[in-house]
């Protein structure tokens, strides 16, 4: 960007001291800043033959004025000037809602081009713009901008054109030459204005592509140098483990790995060989054997000589992952201990004693691993179960309880390609897509209200067997703003329905964790035959008794949600079910349910999820991580970012980037952005 385009706005005709506060609301502060202000949407001004327009669409006719325009007043200070207008072969009506000036302006035979919503059944539009005369030849499409204060679009765009007829010329291009003409891309300065006033819809869309790929390949040189710089500089160990050993472990499992278990464990392997730190992500869905990879992972570390440290979110996790590794370590003579905040006193006093002189071999634990007073005598892997329930600083400091150990972070939450290499976008990616042989899948059923009396039969047939189940609702406590089945009430008509013959357990947020715990350890152990509950049984506990799930207003989550709370059942070795009680009103709910009933596999849902609901409300709007584009948009787009993320890998690791002239600017973009902050370039 030159000087002068990082001059105030001020500096523009027209833009005084307090338009400019307005525009700063906006994010415009510079020059530079207005003209990459872009139009989210484009109202289409081609004029349409009203056989092809939809009911309720915005359409653009040309028409001849056939009845005497009428006004009427109605109300206080309403009117409604109306008049026969026709157009082509269509005589329709079009009304102005309190604009009573325009019936001096229209006359019979006049020809005029109006816009407005089409409402087919009735043939009328109802208008927002007026011309006379056929239509001006100013462009088809007018760009719409999100706006604050008094600024108007017409304002905005005068102060844009001024922009670009005095500066256009001093836009400076990013993207090197030879990626343009590969993908045949406008120039930068071209494109940008093409976005602003478009002539053609080809124009547009060629303007569009242009910066979609900018925005992505950006967005990926910053992840991918974060990558190099973060493995370079990690200074990790190289873990030279015992393969003969790690063999003869991974012989003795109780069952085979898959082959998709079996390309992880490589992966994972050939990071702890090599000099660099390991900075991986693992997805599995709920059963897919991560727990067994994480073993194999951790086994591998202690022969090399080192210790292992598994970090997860809750107490009861904790407590089951130390049980099912202690039955896979153990027999080969690896010690693994437990650290939560409930092992207190002389228990606690001792462990952190065997831990610093390196007789413990694996600790798995809470956030309490990352105490102060919890030190390790040589930190050679570390394992983070559903990361994204940790904060990014308490990762950190769990990675520096040792010299620069490896780390891998799990997730049971299957997150879509497109979203795993723009939010992980400067770790690898590991993905177990494959079931163990031999595992049931849950049967899915979607149950109308209706039919709750069958459902609760079902249940108890289940019950009868000895099994357990979930009642799972949306919300707490009764809510005025959305009609859903509550915890609380669901939790006293179980309560009543069942009275003496089972016990009913209710589960919520506003629990203190403590008592969580308490209810979940319950459940586990049978003392609770069914447990109401909301989403927070989401991650984690392993009932292998429980068999049946039931889902109260199965619509209103998200798919990977639902996905996510049927994993809590088919844990064990009996059939399992999930019955999603709903009664969707769109169409959008009524696909969701479908979906669930069709496919088990969490990757082929999360890709659904994400097509259906978009990228914020995949993780949840401001704590993903995920950049805001401007133009590019990840779901659509998702073949340029994967385009872009293969171009940016591609060029961080060439020398030429690092040196050549026609990169500087690729080059100048990445030191503004902090990436390279103390980086000497060879």
Not at 17 to 40: C, F, H, K, R
Not at 194 to 216: C, G, I, N, S
């Given at each position: 960007m030159t000087s002068l385009l990082k001059?105030?706005?001020?500096?523009?005709?027209?833009?005084?001291?307090?338009?400019?506060?307005?525009?700063?609301?906006?994010?415009?502060?510079?020059?530079?800043?207005?003209?990459?202000?872009?139009?989210?949407?484009?109202?289409?001004?081609?004029?349409?033959?009203?056989?092809?327009?939809?009911?309720?669409?915005?359409?653009?006719?040309?028409?001849?004025?056939?009845?005497?325009?009428?006004?009427?007043?109605?109300?206080?200070?309403?009117s409604r000037v109306t008049f026969r207008l026709l157009v082509g072969r269509y005589l329709i009506q079009v009304i102005f809602f309190n604009q009573p000036y325009l019936k001096k302006q229209m006359n019979l035979q006049d020809i005029v081009t109006i816009t407005g919503k089409w409402d087919k059944n009735r043939q009328t539009i109802t208008a927002q713009k007026f011309l006379k005369g056929p239509q001006q030849k100013s462009g088809d499409f007018d760009p719409v901008?999100?706006?604050?204060?008094?600024?108007?679009?017409?304002?905005?765009?005068?102060?844009?054109?001024?922009?670009?007829?005095?500066?256009?010329?001093?836009?400076?291009?990013?993207l090197p030459s030879?990626?343009?003409?590969?993908?045949?891309?406008?120039?930068?300065?071209?494109?940008?204005?093409?976005?602003?006033?478009?002539?053609?819809?080809?124009?547009?869309?060629?303007?569009?592509?242009?910066?979609?790929?900018?925005?992505?390949?950006?967005?990926?040189?910053?992840?991918?140098?974060?990558?190099k710089f973060e493995r370079e500089h990690s200074q990790g160990i190289s873990q030279k483990y015992d393969l003969e050993k790690v063999k003869t472990f991974i012989l003795k499992l109780p069952f085979p790995?898959?082959?998709?278990?079996?390309?992880?464990?490589?992966?994972?392997?050939?990071?702890?060989?090599?000099?660099?730190?390991?900075?991986?992500?693992?997805?599995?869905?709920?059963?897919?054997?991560?727990?067994?990879?994480?073993?194999?992972?951790?086994?591998?570390?202690?022969?090399?000589?080192?210790?292992?440290?598994?970090?997860?979110?809750?107490?009861i996790l904790a407590e089951q992952h130390a049980d099912s590794l202690n039955e896979l370590l153990e027999p080969a003579g690896l010690q693994v201990a437990l650290l939560t905040s409930s092992v207190k006193g002389k228990k606690r006093k001792a462990i952190l004693e065997r831990l610093v002189a390196g007789e413990i071999d694996i600790l798995i634990g809470t956030h309490a691993l990352i105490q102060e007073e919890v030190n390790?005598?040589?930190?050679?892997?570390?394992?983070?179960?559903?990361?994204?329930?940790?904060?990014?600083?308490?990762?950190?400091?769990?990675?520096?309880?040792?010299?620069?150990?490896?780390?891998?972070?799990?997730?049971?939450?299957?997150?879509?390609r497109t979203l795993a290499i723009t939010v992980f976008g400067e770790m690898d990616v590991s993905i177990i897509d494959e079931m163990p042989a031999g595992r049931k899948s849950i049967e899915t059923y979607w149950a109308k209200q209706d039919m709750l009396e069958r459902v609760l039969s079902f249940m108890e047939k289940e019950l009868a067997k000895g099994r357990q189940a979930y009642i799972i609702c949306p919300l707490i406590e009764e809510s005025d703003k959305l009609d859903v089945q509550n915890a609380i009430d669901v939790h006293s008509q179980f309560t009543h329905f069942f009275q003496d013959r089972y016990s009913v357990g209710l589960m919520h947020g506003r629990l203190h964790p403590d008592e969580k715990e308490t209810v979940m350890k319950a459940f586990s152990q049978n003392e609770l035959q069914v447990l109401v509950s909301t989403t927070v049984v989401e991650v984690g506990v392993n009932v292998p008794n429980a068999?049946?799930?039931?889902?109260?207003?199965?619509?209103?989550?998200?798919?990977?949600?639902?996905?996510?709370?049927?994993?809590?059942?088919g844990r064990g070795s009996e059939q399992s079910y999930c019955i999603l009680l709903a009664d969707p009103k769109t169409d959008v709910g009524k696909e969701r349910m479908s979906i669930m009933t069709e496919t088990n596999d969490g990757f082929v849902l999360s890709e659904k999820d994400l097509e259906l609901r978009g990228p914020g409300d995949f993780f949840g709007k401001k704590q993903s991580g995920l950049p805001d584009f401007k133009v590019a948009d990840m779901i659509h787009d998702y073949r340029a970012l994967e385009v872009a993320r293969d171009d940016a890998a591609q060029l961080i690791n060439t020398k030429q980037f690092w040196k050549d002239e026609e990169y500087q600017s690729l080059r100048n973009y990445l030191e503004s952005s902090g990436v390279m902050e103390g980086e000497k370039l060879d």
């Open positions: 001059n105030n706005v001020q500096d523009l005709k027209g833009i005084g001291e307090e338009t400019a506060i307005q525009l700063g609301e906006m994010g415009i502060y510079t020059i530079n800043d207005l003209m990459e202000y872009v139009p989210y949407r484009y109202d289409d001004n081609r004029l349409k033959d009203l056989a092809e327009v939809e009911h309720d669409e915005r359409v653009t006719v040309e028409g001849k004025i056939h009845s005497e325009p009428s006004l009427m007043y109605y109300g206080k200070k309403k901008y999100s706006l604050k204060g008094s600024i108007t679009n017409h304002t905005l765009r005068k102060f844009i054109r001024n922009a670009f007829q005095l500066h256009q010329s001093k836009i400076v291009e990013i030879n990626l343009r003409e590969q993908y045949k891309l406008m120039d930068r300065g071209q494109a940008l204005y093409h976005l602003h006033f478009p002539d053609t819809v080809d124009d547009m869309k060629q303007a569009r592509r242009r910066f979609v790929y900018e925005e992505f390949l950006l967005f990926q040189l910053k992840m991918q140098a974060l990558r790995l898959t082959a998709a278990q079996k390309r992880v464990v490589n992966e994972i392997s050939a990071d702890m060989l090599s000099p660099y730190r390991m900075n991986r992500l693992l997805q599995g869905d709920v059963g897919s054997g991560k727990t067994v990879v994480a073993a194999i992972s951790l086994f591998s570390s202690v022969t090399a000589g080192y210790q292992g440290a598994l970090m997860v979110p809750t107490e390790f005598h040589n930190l050679g892997l570390v394992i983070t179960d559903e990361q994204h329930r940790f904060g990014v600083q308490q990762r950190r400091v769990l990675r520096e309880k040792g010299e620069s150990p490896d780390v891998l972070f799990m997730t049971a939450t299957p997150i879509p068999t049946l799930m039931i889902i109260y207003d199965a619509e209103r989550f998200g798919l990977s949600q639902l996905h996510q709370l049927r994993g809590r059942v």
